[in-house]
């Protein structure tokens, strides 16, 4: 098992940022690769970023690229999801997810361990 726990959610008016941070629970977490997903009311849960174990990769989904950058401090044993010019429609619980295995990991089915996930609330 690797427990995960995202902290950063919150309620910020659109413009603004956030930045969501997840910690895992163990010593191998650079051997995870990492993502991002959310999951709005009424919807499915949609892929948002992945980064490999070192973090010198990274992926993002076509509606997040250029405003969300996600990042890992191995040492921290943390992955970060820093959010700019935040959007209504980025109203969501964000969830962090672990996939065993160094690359990148775009598929929910890819990943192994999930956290609780955060609510994010973006006012208009």
């Known amino acids: 098992q690797v427990p995960l726990v995202e902290s950063g959610g919150g309620l910020v008016q659109a413009g603004g940022s956030l930045r969501l941070s997840c910690v895992a629970s163990?010593?191998?977490?650079?051997?995870?690769?990492m993502g991002w997903f959310r999951q709005a009311p009424g919807k499915e849960r949609e892929f948002l970023a992945t980064i490999n174990w070192s973090g010198g990769s990274t992926y993002y989904s076509d509606s997040v690229k250029d405003r969300f950058t996600i990042s890992r401090d191995n040492a921290k044993n943390t992955v970060y999801m820093q959010m700019n010019t935040l959007k209504p429609e980025d109203t969501a619980v964000y969830y962090c997810?672990?996939?065993?295995?160094?690359?990148?990991?775009?598929?929910?089915?890819?990943?192994?361990?999930w956290g609780q996930g955060t609510q994010v609330t973006v006012s208009s």
């Open positions: 997810a672990a996939s065993r295995g160094p690359s990148l990991r775009r598929y929910e089915y890819e990943y192994e361990y």
């Open positions: 163990g010593r191998t977490f650079s051997s995870f690769a």
